[in-house]
């Protein structure tokens, strides 16, 4: 489990694809998080819960599989680019953000941002399977940082958003400061809305002799 706040901005080494080809390896440079990673040890990656393969010195091997390189923006990494990294939280840890998993439901796009002085205003667009799980006030990962929603569009928009305001050690700790409009990024709603929604699925009334027998 993570929080969302982010310990360290690595550098992409290399993202090459594994022996077997269905995968990819990625090496990242980070030399704070890694004297404190071991092997097995996870690492969310802009927000992607990955396993540490190997390290050498203040580089880190992760393994990514086919299925994380299809659901999120893994894939598009470079050598040289920032990434937002974040050890998993200790048993007994403060939880200073909210309960992120690292498992990224979906893909957004930096649609708008605003300077407003003392911080910033940023607007995304969600896929609309998305949408009906966030909620003004409520939180929300992008690209593994743990931020709160202050504006949504309305429940039929046909192209749904979401805002959040930055502040400036955000701005500054993040890569979220340097995010242009039209970047995807990775996001990962509240694993507390995908539960509820799962539970009142259950819930609700029996509608056919199937569901009865």
Same mark, same amino acid.
């Given at each position: 489990?993570?929080?969302?706040?982010?310990?360290?901005?690595?550098?992409?080494?290399?993202?090459?694809?594994?022996?077997?080809?269905?995968?990819?390896?990625?090496?990242?440079?980070?030399?704070?998080?890694?004297?404190? $990673?071991?092997?097995?040890?996870?690492?969310?990656?802009?927000?992607?819960?990955?396993?540490?393969?190997?390290?050498?010195?203040?580089?880190?091997?992760?393994?990514?599989?086919?299925?994380? *390189?299809?659901?999120?923006?893994?894939?598009?990494?470079? !050598?040289?680019?920032?990434?937002?990294?974040?050890?998993?939280?200790?048993?007994?840890?403060? $939880?200073?953000?909210?309960?992120?998993?690292?498992?990224?439901?979906?893909?957004?796009?930096?649609? %708008?941002?605003?300077?407003?002085?003392?911080?910033?205003?940023?607007?995304?667009?969600?896929?609309?399977? $998305?949408?009906?799980?966030?909620?003004?006030?409520?939180?929300?990962?992008?690209?593994?940082?743990?931020?709160?929603?202050?504006?949504?569009?309305?429940?039929?928009?046909? #192209?749904?958003?979401?805002?959040?305001? *930055?502040?400036?050690?955000?701005?500054? %700790?993040?890569?979220?400061?340097?995010?242009?409009?039209? !970047?995807?990024?990775?996001?990962?709603?509240?694993?507390?809305?995908?539960?509820?929604?799962?539970?009142? &699925?259950?819930?609700?009334?029996?509608?056919?002799? #199937?569901?009865? &027998?």
């Amino acid at each position: 489990m993570f929080t969302g706040i982010v310990a360290e901005q690595g550098s992409v080494v290399s993202l090459e694809s594994d022996s077997s080809d269905a995968g990819k390896v990625l090496v990242i440079d980070a030399p704070r998080t890694s004297g404190e $990673l071991g092997l097995g040890g996870s690492i969310a990656v802009n927000g992607v819960c990955l396993t540490a393969t190997a390290i050498d010195g203040n580089r880190i091997s992760l393994d990514v599989m086919g299925e994380t *390189l299809d659901r999120t923006t893994t894939g598009s990494l470079e !050598a040289g680019r920032k990434v937002n990294l974040e050890r998993c939280v200790p048993a007994g840890g403060r $939880l200073d953000g909210h309960v992120v998993q690292g498992h990224v439901d979906g893909v957004g796009t930096l649609l %708008e941002r605003e300077d407003l002085g003392s911080w910033d205003r940023l607007r995304f667009r969600v896929p609309a399977r $998305l949408a009906r799980y966030i909620a003004e006030k409520g939180s929300i990962a992008v690209d593994g940082v743990s931020l709160t929603v202050t504006a949504v569009s309305e429940p039929r928009d046909p #192209e749904p958003w979401f805002e959040v305001g *930055l502040i400036p050690t955000t701005l500054a %700790e993040t890569g979220l400061g340097a995010l242009k409009p039209g !970047a995807p990024v990775n996001l990962e709603v509240d694993v507390l809305a995908k539960y509820a929604e799962r539970l009142l &699925a259950f819930a609700a009334p029996a509608s056919g002799p #199937e569901e009865e &027998a």
